[in-house]
């Protein structure tokens, strides 16, 4: 069994509200903007045999309500068939790299990365040598200020707002300045907006850590870009890649995608030009 899951739900809370927590799905103390729906998502692991329990703690004033709906689980099960999430056990989900301005790339993996100290030893899926996930190779001859980019497939979102979550990996005592990890949006006018930036500040061990970015509707695609900093310590891995919105594939499985967000029959695709 997979020791990854998602618990999604949709949620309002009054802009007055004195809520604090909510046990187990999300800790906050935001409340939600015009009273409007928001959909939250977070990492639950394996489940067997387990309740889940929703929890409201409120503070002291009257108008702590809350309202939830629409609650599911993602990638409880055969995690490639949701759009756009991705364990890499079974290929690339169509994450592949266009070779527009990158000057190293990122590369599928199993196991350790080769050089000593500078990757996980295993991916975070089966968490074995078995397992696959991705990752960007900073040895020699990386130079500080390299970046490589892992382009997601073309996606149209309906929903209003849209979270991606995904596992990332960098070693804590690397003391490497400058590396970084960046998630970006990229829109249908191939404009670009950052929206997670994740550095050496932000590792708090050694193992697989959870990130995760909201993403607004519409036509787009993820950028994972990785920044190479000033050492050959600075690999960068992500794995188990998922999403909590309603998501549609731009192009047909008989369909190439392009660069831009255009689909084209495959028939017609010539990989030699």
């Known amino acids: 069994m997979l020791e990854r899951c998602d618990l999604s739900v949709t949620m309002v809370m009054a802009l007055f509200s004195n809520l604090i927590s909510y046990r187990m799905i999300l800790k906050t103390d935001q409340p939600s903007q015009n009273n409007d729906w928001q959909r939250k998502a977070v990492p639950i692991g394996g489940l067997n045999d387990a309740v889940v329990v929703i929890e409201v703690t409120v503070g002291a004033g009257y108008g702590g309500h809350v309202a939830i709906d629409d609650i599911s689980f993602i990638n409880c099960g055969l995690m490639e068939r949701v759009p756009g999430t991705c364990s890499f056990e079974h290929g690339s989900c169509g994450y592949k790299e266009f070779i ?25 899926t089966y968490k074995n040598a078995s397992g696959h996930y991705y990752y960007a190779e900073a040895s020699a001859p990386r130079q500080n200020g390299d970046i490589a ?36 949006q990229q829109f249908d ?35 994972f870009e990785a920044n190479r900093g000033s050492s050959y310590y600075g690999d960068i891995s992500i794995d188990d890649v998922s999403f909590a919105c309603d998501l549609t594939p731009l192009c047909t499985d008989t369909q190439y995608e392009c660069y831009v967000p255009e689909c084209i029959p495959s028939h017609r695709y010539d990989s030699s030009l």
């Not at 527009?100 to 080769?114: A, I, K, R």
């Not at 149209?156 to 690397?174: G, N």
């Not at 697989?208 to 787009?220: D, L």
């Open 100 to 124: 527009v301005n990158d000057e190293f790339n990122w590369m599928l993996n199993q196991g350790p990365t080769p050089s000593y100290y500078t990757g996980p030893d295993a991916d975070h």
């Open 149 to 184: 980019t892992l382009n997601s497939p073309w996606f149209e979102a309906t929903d209003s707002q849209c979270m991606i979550t995904f596992f990332w990996h960098m070693q804590k005592l690397a003391g490497d300045k400058g590396t970084k990890l960046l998630v970006k």
């Open 189 to 223: 006018d191939m404009s670009t907006k950052v929206r997670a930036e994740i550095n050496q500040s932000s590792i708090a061990t050694n193992d697989w850590e959870h990130g995760s970015a909201m993403f607004t509707n519409g036509i787009f695609k993820v950028l």
